[in-house]
Nanobody, 123 residues
C-alpha cells in the first residue's frame, strides 16, 4: 500500500490543523493506521493510532486531549486533527500502515510509511 500525507503547514500556537493520509493500493480497511512525528535531531515518535474499523484508538500522553485520529475507509484516508497546537508539536508528521490485528504503537511494527508532511508551530 502507498501512503500520501498532506495538510501540513505553518500555524501559531493555539491554532488547529488537520493532516490527512490517503492510501492507494491494498485494502485499506485491513490496516491499522498510525501517525508518528519526527522533530529535527530527534527520533521518530508515536503520536496516535487507530484500529481497522476505527473503533479503537491510542494516543501519546503528550497529545491526549488535544489530538484526535479518525479514518474513512470508503475514502481510504486517515486524519489527524490537532488542536491547541504548541511549538513543541513542530515536526514532520508521518502516517503508517500495519496489517496486524492488534493496535500497535511502535515504529518497528509498521510495515508501510508515507513521505511525511511538515507541521511548524510558531510561538
Amino acid at each position: 500500500v502507498q501512503l500520501q500525507a498532506s495538510g501540513g503547514g505553518l500555524v501559531q500556537a493555539g491554532d488547529s490543523l488537520r493532516v490527512s493520509c490517503k492510501a492507494a493500493g491494498g485494502q485499506f480497511s485491513r490496516f491499522g493506521m498510525g501517525w508518528f512525528r519526527q522533530a529535527p535531531g530527534k527520533e521518530r515518535d508515536f503520536v496516535a493510532a487507530i484500529s481497522r474499523s476505527g473503533g479503537d484508538t491510542r494516543f501519546a500522553e503528550s497529545v491526549k486531549g488535544r489530538f484526535t485520529i479518525s479514518r474513512d475507509n470508503a475514502k481510504k484516508t486517515v486524519y489527524l486533527q490537532m488542536n491547541s497546537l504548541r511549538p513543541e508539536d513542530t515536526a514532520v508528521y508521518y502516517c503508517a500502515a500495519d496489517p496486524s490485528f492488534t493496535l500497535v504503537t511502535s515504529v518497528s511494527e509498521y510495515h508501510y510509511w508515507g513521505q511525511g508532511t511538515l507541521v511548524t508551530v510558531s510561538s
